[in-house]
Structures are given as C-alpha cells and as structure tokens.
C-alpha cells in the first residue's frame, strides 16, 4: 500500500512563513555601504550657509573664549601632558568637549612625523615661514591653524602586511604613516608624484594612479578628529564654565564659519549668503539676501572672504524666506533679485555671475548655478539658514515664491502660502524645494548669457534640502516657522539647536554626514500564513527597512504593504491607497507610496526608512507616560511584566552598573530606552513627546503568529521583530481601529542594556549590534482551529547573530502578557547555564532555530535545531581554517532549553565526527520524509564547504529513551580546498526536494549555493551552485560517503557550460550520460566580477531559484556619484539538469527555443545584495519574489499539492 509520506514544497513553504523568511544570513556585508562602493570618489554635496547678520546678532551671550591659534594654552590650562608638537586623535565616538589630561587622551597620539596628510598640517598648525611664524596672507590673516581636523584616516601598517588599516597608537614606527581623505589626490610619497591616491585595493602598494582604488569609508579607515597639543590645551581651558567671557553672536558665527571652512571640516564644497541691511548711513538694501561667495570646494582658498567677514556689521531685519528665495534664483542660475542693485551697499560676488563680475539695472547678468553640468542628476543641494530669529518685514517675495511651477503650500493648496504675517511662505518653500525642486539652468556654457530667458542645459526637478538652525534659542524667540522650514525641508531632525561655536560645528559635521546615508532593505517580505486556510498566504507582505549611517544606531522600520494580482496572474505589490508601492526603476519603494499604519500626516512615507510604518506606532492607543510596556529580564523568579522588569526611571533594579551611567544621565537614558524624545530629535521644541524611532532590524526577519479573533478580513497577526538596538519589539499589525496597529510590548535582554548609552549618545563610528538574528516561533494549536486558546501555546525564540552568542525564549501564548523562560548562553558551561546544558561550543548565534517535533520515548518532543554558530576568526580567513567555536549542530528542547544532543569534535559531543572543524552558522534544512510530523533529515553546510546530513530514527524513538541512539549522521560532501580560489564557504542552507533521474530511480535533490557574507565585495573566490544526489531517500545511509569536488576529484559534474541544452545531439548525450553518472552537477559563478550566492535557494515544482550577487567593481565604475551596492541576478534553472527554462535574455538572443547559458538568470532591478526568493500563494494567484521585486510563479494553484509516497 501507499503510506502519505511528505507534503512538499507549496504547503510547506507557506507555512514556514509564518515561522520566518530566510534572509540573507550576513556578517559584515554593511561594506557594501561603508568601503568604495559607497562612492569614495562621489560628486561632494553642494552647501549653500545663509547666515544672519540682522542687528540682534550684535548682542552678547555667555560662551568660551575663541581659539587663537597665537596663544599658548598650556599655562592656562594647567596641565602638562601634551606635546604641542605631536597630533592627537579622539577615541571612538568621543568628542573634543571631553578632552582631559587623562590617559585616555594623552595616550591617543603620533608623532608629527608620521603625517602624510596634508590637510591635517595645515588644519593643526598653519602655513608657517623658515623661522616657524605664522605665514599671513594678503589681508594679514593666519592661514589655517584651526587645531583640529574632521575627516575620515588611515595608517599604512608594514611587513608582513603592507596594508592600509585602522589608526593604531601602538604602530609608532616611521614607516607607518597617516593619511586622510581630505588629501585625496592631492599627492603620493610626494607632491609630484603621478600616484596621488591611496590603494586599498592591492597589498603592498602604497599609492597608486588610479583614483578608484582609494576605499575610504571601510574597515581600513576611522571617521575621526585629529588635533594639536595646544588645542587640547585649550579645550581643557574652556572646560571650565568659570572661564567663559561675554562675546557678540556675531563674532562665535563668523569664527565657526570661518574654522569650518579653513581647514575644519573636509569633502563638501560650500558657499556663503547673508542677510542684506542698510549701511553704516541708514541706506541701503533691507530686503532678501546676497550671495557673498559662491559654491566651491572647501580646499579652495578664501582668505578675501575671511577678510571680508570680519568688517560685516550687525544690522538690519530678518528676511527669511526673501533670502532662502535669493538662494533658491542662484541654485537655478537664475537673474539675482535681491543680491543686485537696489541703492543698497550689497551686490552678489562677482565669482557668483556669468559674464559681467558688476550687476547692472536691468539684472542683465546670470548666477553661475553650482549645480555641476556633468552630475546634475546625482549631485546633492542643501542650505543651512541659521537665524536668532523669527523672520522681520519678510512678505516681498511671496507671489515670486508662490509663482515657481507646481507650488503648493504645506497643507496642499496649490499656489498659495499657508497661514499669515511675516514670512509666511518660508516653509511652503522648503517643502518645494526638497519635494518638487526646482529647474536649473546648469553653468555649461559660463559667459553666454541670454538676458531674455533660462538658456543652456537644463536640469528639470532638481531637488535641495534646507536645514535650519535656531541660534541662541535661549533668548526666547519664537521657533515655530524655523522649525517647521527645516522639518519641511529635510524631515525629522531638520531643525537643529546652537547656542555656541561648537554646537555650530557639530551641525555641519551632522548635516555632512547624514547626506552619506541610503535607505534600503535586506530582508525577504515575512508572509502570514491565512489561518482559515493553510494552502495559502494573506495577501499581507511585510518589509524590515534600515538606513546605514555611519553611527552606532541605525534608523530601522517595519512596514506593512498588500500583494495584488492582475486578470493574467501578474502581481504587484501595493500600498494602503492600493497604488503601486515599487518603483519600476529601482526596485525599491516608490516615494509616493504610503505603507499601512502610516497616518497621513505622514504621508507618503515611499523610501523613507523613519516615516510611517510600525515606528511611527509605537505610543499608539496610550499616555507617554505608561502606554509603552518595556521589560528586561532583571530579577529572576519575577514576571516579566511585574514592576521589577519595567524599563522606567522608578525601577532601582537598574542600577548605575547595569546601564553603565549615573545619575541625570542614567534617568534620562532610560527616558530614551522607553520612548521618550528626551533630546528633542524631531526638533519639535519638546522634549517630553514621544520618540518615534526604532532600530534597525538589519538580518532579522520578523515571525508572524495569527491569533484568531473572528476577523477574516483583518485578523489578529502579531509580528515580532529585533532590533540591533537591543529591542524585541510586538505589533499589533491589525489595522481596523487607531487602537490597533501597536506596539504590545518591548523586551530588552538585560546583556543588552549596557549597550544602550552607545545608541543614546550614538557618537561611535562603529555598528552596534543587538538582537540581529532571526525570529522564530513555536505555535501548539492543539485542536488546529486556527484559535490560540486555554491549551495552546505560542513560545518565540531569537539570536543575536554579531550581537552576542545568546538564545531568548518568551511565551507569547498572551501577546500582551508575555512571560520569560530561559537564555541559551554561548560559550558557557552547564553551570552558567542553569543547567540547560554545556553549550560552549556555541560561538555568536547566527543560525535560526528550525521549530520541529521528534519521537523520544513514546512522546511527541518540540525540538529546536541549530548551528553552533559563526567564528569571528572567519572574518579575516583567506583560505580555509580549522575553527575553535562553533563546530556542530544542536538539537535543543524547545520548550525548556535543555540540551538533548550535540554533534561536534570533540570527544564530549554526543556523536563525534573529527572532520567537523569548521563553525556552522546556517540555519539547519530539515525535512519530514514520511509526512508524520516528525523530522526525519537534517542538512546543512559549514564554514569549510562540507555538507553534513543528520538521520533521526522516530520509529524507533517510540521505545527507545536514549536521544543518542535514534540519530546517526556524517559528511555526505567536500566542496572546497585548502586554496584561495576554492575558500567555499556556506553561510546558508540548502533546499531539499525528492526527485527522479532519467532511469526513473528516485533521490534527494540537496540545492546550495556558495558564497562569503562576511565580505561580499571579495573576488578571489570561484564560487558555485551545487545540486548534490542524495540518498537513501528514507532513513539513513549504512556509510556515511563524502562526494568530493577538489583539483582532484571531481564527484559532480561540471554543468556550467550548459552542454546539455546548447550543445549538438552528440553533445548533449555525451553530457547527459557524464552527469547520469556523478553524483550530481555545478555551476560556477562568474568568479572575475565576484559573483557568489548570498541566499538560501528556493526549489518548485521541479525548478530552482536562487539569487547571487555581483559586487561593484571600483576599477570599472563609470557613475561618479551615489552608492554603489552592486547588483543582484535571480537564477531560474531545472534543478535536476542545470538548463535555463526562461527565455531571459532576449537582447543576445531572443530564441525561446534554443535557451542558453545567459537565459539561467536575469538581472535584478533593486541594487545591493538580494533577498532570498519566496514563494507566495494568495488566494488569487502566486508570485515568486526578491525582496520587493514579484513575478507570477506560473501554473501553480492556490490549492495545488504535490505528495511524496512510500511503496510498501
């Protein structure tokens, strides 16, 4: 007879995505974002200050005396610890104000003669003549000499390695010298030198000619400030509030300008506009603004600026939005309006405009628009409006502001300006220009001018951002229209605060940083499961987004989207609107897009990893002061939700040692940690609302768990999701009423709460981690009613992945109500461990836990299996190396944490094999041959390119008591050598399906694909897909045989030319018969771009999906500007052959007869590294989809199954 063994892949899958979608399973693939792909060599962002210079600028405030590079501040400062002739840098996310005579600072330097930069002489110490005095310019100015230097660093360190690395104090020897970005082509080992940039691309060389070889924003590199002995000398000084002296806002403006644009900060190319006002005699212009110097690279010389700024006087209105539309005629190259004649002393600078350097009546002269004619498309357009407040005598403009073409005020009303009085159309305007921008007339042709009209190349829409800044806010002026410009103009944290020079520079360092940044997503959607009918998927698709910074934290966002399907069965991922939320050209969200749960005072929330979605839920349906419930596992023995394990100020169980800071700072951290915009970071003018932000679930996927509650059309769905800031966050995703759609609660791992001030104060250049692995859940509905009731439980579990080497379990059975069960610790023994078991050969806890039953005793046992994890000692290796954690796999109880059984090494495992030496952090593929519920195969490969297959005996698990005695298991493969070239490493599963052969003999069918997550960008390995025979079909093999591909050995066919569909008859037989006898096939990836698989495969109905991904190659770029993430193929091919079945490049060869190599995959609109393919069955069709690029998966049927039998 016929016994129902497996239901395969369309069930299965869709169910699993209740549980979780693998993702990507990563290392340091954030340098993708953070090394030359990020566009070292990008077009520098264009800065436009508008300062204030209206007459309360003249008034005095308490600040620290300026820095006067002529004084010397040791004595003053009394300490006696810096050199002044050495260089100094700040440790990891410091700042200058905390600068001591401590050994924490004075240790942190280098002598001045490993400088190479030049930047960072000129920056500290000035121009200097023979006998070391100041060398002053024309006017009589110190040129450079500001003390310090922002900007990204480098030290070259010698034998062995001969590389360029982070900056290392102890590396004090001559030859490891210091290079900065800001000297970026400007020389090599000398000023003549045709090898003028750093080569971070070969190892021992130096510099090299060619300027993409400088990889910037990576590993090798540290964002950091240098500065001298007697600037620290300084700042110790001032340090003391007891030294401060009244000084004029102007004078702290006109000396912050001038620090940061003599040599403080670095990259950027930066202009100058002020406030017009009548002259010294009561005459003169009062109205809008002039363009005092135009927009060019910082490095360029300004000393007749500085000269120039130094006479200005204090005087005159505040005409806000008059200037900020001078501003916007000279983006466009436009006719000056306000910075020409007009009677007053005021005219633009000559530098500013094409043909004449002397306006005339009539305005028959054209500003030089900075926008580039060769990158208009991607250069990036900001002003700073820095104001002491709010605007004066500031209407004139209006109807020219209201005139620019689609114009609409901030409430929609189309050629208007909102509200009344002075000023009214400042923020109108800044939601314009960032929005809808505005034509340019683009500088290609300076010098030929038409007087009549706009003439030359034209840009159309290009966008600007307006930051503003509200300059000694203590004053009491109104900020309301400041504020609202720059939130308009450049979204939360458009509004900035200064009360001093620093704060004023610590802006612009801010602004010049945050343009870096880029939203995107990793994550495969997380797909719930329609409890009212487990053939299919909801409709329901649900994104994590993050947006890299080059911060601790990063902004992050979980957000819900529908998938629809058109008559022909083509999908299409929507928003709440039902609009389309993709971009066809991107792949990426549309920025018109408005995701569920986004309000429409959000919207659109589009790209826009802050806006909208669950982050902006987060205080829904409650007070600030109770509604978000915060738990930590603080007091054992005590619920999790009792007061106990609150995250709330009153809590005396976090203690000072616990959160690491005392006193004010602790309470308002953890004001912070529970939601509280303690820090006033949407710049609204409070600090007490809430703070809408999440961090980043950077690999984690969310779980998904439906508890019914008799809604068919908008049920119960709870999603938990991680954060790398520490969080396990639970959302209501249901959206029905306002009090739907929320956060139920938070959990905070008491490990991670140290870990909380880093993301605070968020001033470290490195990536903090948290909880970053998967989410996943155990779901017992006893009766399979599709209700979680009395009897039923839902327990979910998370790692860290780099977070840690932790396990957390909560029973969510209540999700509001959760309750703590036990922590899995890595690296520890029994005891540490409570009892649940030796697990210290788990290393850092990459591998999700698969939820699955097995039969011990008579008893039906919920087990979770994993890999023991990832050796950091991964991350450096260029060929492969034995490990010394993370060696094996664990079969857990799932409902206890007790450890039941491990393979490993080492003779305390509880099946040894000595040739698992390599760490595993995949997820463990299992499979349920006999469709009995119980877990029969486990597969999963290792850091070594094995592949290891675990048996499970639960026949005979009916009598037997002894775990050990139902699981054999070995190496079933041996994909890579001891080589460079064949360093194959498995950081994902592989997926599994029954097939058949030509001879009609059945087999398991094991797809994998290799490929190093922990540098993505590498190219010196020859990466594959493997498809490897396996059997027995059921139970287990009598040996365990390793299938071997080495220079040796070659135990699977070699497919990649696709023989057997483009070759002649005699070729293809030839092939067919060589592949009928190997154990299965491969196909390399192409290895001189990189190419490598990055993501679980995907196998349907007979066929294999699986995406690769290409790296940018820095040699090769043609696009000067924006982030270069590389891009993605999504492979499509016959998983029992290897040949193409699409016809997927139509532009070779458009023959849907004759298939080729090239029709295997197609390329992937969205850039970066892709998600791994998901199978998704709505009611209404079926789509196969990449993150959130969707195709029809053809003929299948929401209630289509497919069934292995066993023959008895």
């Known amino acids: 007879m016929k016994n129902l063994i497996k239901q395969v892949r369309i069930v299965s899958n869709a169910m699993m995505l209740t549980i979780f979608v693998a993702i990507p399973a990563v290392a340091e693939d954030i340098e993708i974002y953070q090394n030359s792909n990020l566009g070292a060599n990008s077009i520098q962002p264009n800065i436009l200050f508008v300062l204030d210079t209206s007459g309360s600028m003249d008034d005095e405030i308490e600040t620290q005396i300026l820095y006067d590079p002529e004084t010397d501040y040791s004595a003053l400062s009394g300490c006696s610890a810096f050199n002044v002739d050495d260089i100094y840098y700040l440790p990891d996310g410091d700042s200058l104000t905390n600068v001591d005579c401590s050994n924490t600072y004075t240790a942190n330097d280098f002598d001045i003669s490993q400088n190479r930069c030049d930047a960072l002489n000129y920056s500290l110490f000035g121009l200097r003549n023979a006998d070391g005095t100041f060398l002053l310019d024309a006017f009589g100015n110190i040129q450079g000499a500001g003390g310090f230097l922002q900007s990204r660093f480098t030290q070259w360190e010698g034998s062995p390695k001969n590389i360029w690395d982070n900056l290392d104090k102890n590396n004090q020897a001559s030859e490891n010298i210091i290079e900065c970005l800001a000297d970026d082509g400007e020389h090599g080992v000398d000023a003549v030198s045709a090898a003028k940039w750093i080569d971070t691309i070969n190892s021992g060389v130096q510099y090299s000619t060619n300027s993409l070889t400088a990889a910037w924003a990576g590993e090798m590199s540290d964002n950091t400030i240098f500065y001298s002995g007697n600037y620290a000398h300084y700042l110790a000084f001032v340090s003391d509030a007891s030294n401060n002296v009244d000084v004029k806002k102007i004078d702290i403006m006109r000396n912050t300008i001038i620090s940061i644009m003599d040599g403080g900060v670095s990259n950027v190319d930066v202009g100058l506009m002020k406030f017009n006002a009548p002259n010294t005699d009561g005459n003169g212009w009062n109205r809008g603004g002039t363009v005092m110097h135009p927009i060019v690279d910082i490095k360029l010389p300004r000393n007749d600026l500085f000269a120039t700024m130094k006479s200005w006087d204090a005087n005159g209105g505040t005409p806000l939005s008059e200037s900020m539309y001078e501003a916007v005629r000279y983006f466009q190259g436009n006719t000056p309006y306000y910075g020409g004649p007009g009677g007053g002393p005021y005219s633009a600078s000559g530098d500013a405009i094409e043909g004449s350097t002397t306006l005339t009546d009539g305005g028959t002269s054209y500003y030089k628009s900075p926008v580039s004619f060769e990158s208009a498309e991607c250069e990036r357009q900001f002003i700073i409006l820095l104001s002491d407040g709010a605007p004066t005598v500031d209407n004139e403009a209006d109807d020219e502001i209201v005139a620019l073409p689609d114009f609409e005020s901030t409430d929609g009303v189309a050629d208007a300006c909102v509200g009344s009085g002075s000023g009214r159309c400042l923020d109108d305007l800044t939601k314009h220009l960032t929005e809808k921008g505005v034509d340019v007339r683009l500088n290609d042709n300076p010098g030929s001018v038409n007087a009549a009209s706009l003439t030359g190349s034209t840009a159309e829409d290009v966008k600007i951002s307006t930051y503003t800044v509200g300059f000694d806010t203590s004053s009491g002026f109104d900020q309301t229209l400041l504020r609202s410009a720059g939130e308009e103009g450049a979204g939360p944290g458009g509004y900035r605060t200064a009360n001093n020079a620093s704060d004023l520079l610590q802006v612009f360092i801010d602004i010049v940083e945050e343009i870096k940044e880029i939203d995107t997503t990793f994550a495969s959607p997380a797909v719930s499961v329609n409890a009212f009918n487990r053939t299919t998927n909801r409709n329901d698709l649900y994104f994590t987004l993050f947006k890299p910074s080059n911060r601790p934290h990063w902004d992050g966002n979980f957000k819900r989207f529908k998938l629809q399907f058109d008559a022909t069965g083509v999908p299409e991922i929507v928003d709440q609107n039902n609009n389309a939320a993709i971009d066809a050209t991107t792949g990426f969200f549309d920025e018109n897009a408005q995701s569920f749960w986004t309000a429409d005072a959000d919207a659109p929330d589009g790209s826009n990893t802050e806006l909208g979605g669950a982050a902006s839920r987060l205080f ?18 005590s619920a999790l939700t009792a007061s106990v394990n609150r995250v709330e100020e009153n809590n005396a169980n976090l203690t000072d040692a616990i959160m690491g800071v005392t006193g004010t700072d602790k309470t308002n951290l953890i004001m912070w940690a529970r939601g509280i915009d303690i820090n006033d970071d949407d710049s609204d003018g409070s600090t007490t609302d809430a703070r809408r932000e999440m961090g980043d679930p950077l690999h984690s996927q969310p779980a998904l768990v439906e508890y019914f509650d008799g809604d068919t059309t908008d049920p119960a769905v709870a999603a938990f999701v991680a954060t790398n800031d520490g969080y396990l966050h639970a959302f209501d995703t249901r959206t029905a009423t306002s009090s739907n759609a929320r956060e139920l609660f938070a959990f905070i791992p008491k490990e991670l709460l140290p870990g909380l001030n880093t993301i605070y104060t968020n001033t470290s250049s490195s990536k903090q981690y948290g909880l970053d692995g998967n989410v996943t859940a155990y779901v017992n509905d006893v009766d399979k009613d599709g209700v979680i009731e009395t009897g039923d439980r839902v327990i979910i579990y998370v790692g860290m992945r780099r977070g840690g080497q932790n396990y957390y379990a909560l029973d969510v059975t209540n999700p509001t109500t959760p309750v703590y069960l036990w922590t899995i610790y890595g690296g520890q023994d029994n005891t540490v461990n409570g009892g649940l078991g030796d697990y210290s050969e788990l290393a850092q806890s990459w591998s999700t836990p698969q939820v699955k039953t097995i039969r011990l005793n008579g008893a039906d046992v919920p087990v979770l299996i994993f890999g023991a994890g990832f050796d950091v000692d991964q991350d450096n290796a260029t060929t492969r190396v034995a490990d010394d954690e993370g060696r094996g796999i664990f079969i857990v109880n799932a409902i206890s944490g007790e450890l039941l059984w491990r393979m490993g090494p080492d003779a305390a495992a509880d099946l040894q094999d000595a040739n698992m030496i390599y760490s595993i952090p995949s997820d463990v593929a299992a499979a349920d041959a006999k469709g009995d519920g119980y877990v029969d195969h486990l597969y999963v490969g290792d850091m070594g390119g094995q592949m290891w297959r675990v048996d499970i005996n639960n026949t005979l698990g009916e009598t037997e008591t002894n775990i050990d005695n139902i699981i054999t ?43 190093s997550r922990v540098h993505p960008i590498n190219k010196d390995v020859q990466d594959r897909a493997f498809m490897l025979r396996d059997l027995p079909v059921f139970g287990a093999p009598s040996t365990y045989e390793t299938k071997l591909v080495n220079s040796t050995t070659q135990d699977l066919f070699d497919t990649t030319d696709n023989a057997i569909g483009e070759g002649t008859n005699a070729e293809r037989a030839a092939a067919l018969a060589g592949m009928q006898s190997k154990d299965g096939w491969y196909i390399n990836f192409d290895a001189s771009v990189g190419e490598k698989g990055l993501t679980k495969p995907l196998i349907f109905q007979g066929e294999a999906f699986f995406a690769t991904f290409v790296p940018t190659d820095p040699l090769l770029i043609t696009d000067s500007c924006g982030p270069r993430e590389g891009s993605g193929f999504l492979y499509h091919i016959n998983l029992g052959n290897g040949t193409p079945v699409e016809n997927y490049d139509t532009i070779v060869d458009n023959d849907i007869d004759n298939l080729t190599s090239e029709d295997r995959k197609k390329t992937l609109v969205r850039a970066g590294i892709p998600a791994a393919p998901t199978l998704v069955i709505p009611a209404d069709g079926a789509a196969v989809c990449v993150g959130t690029e969707c195709d029809k998966a053809e003929g299948v049927g929401s209630h289509v199954r497919v069934y292995w039998y066993e023959e008895e």
């Open 620 to 637: 829904a349906g409650g007070t600030l002061s109770d509604s978000r419930k915060i738990y930590s596992n603080l007091v054992s023995g």
């Open 969 to 1011: 298991a070995g190496r079933v493969a041996d994909l890579a050598d001891d080589d460079a070239i064949s360093h194959r490493r498995f950081f994902y599963p592989p997926d599994i399906a029954l097939l058949k052969d030509i001879n009609d003999n059945s087999y398991l069918s094991v797809l994998i694909t290799s490929g």
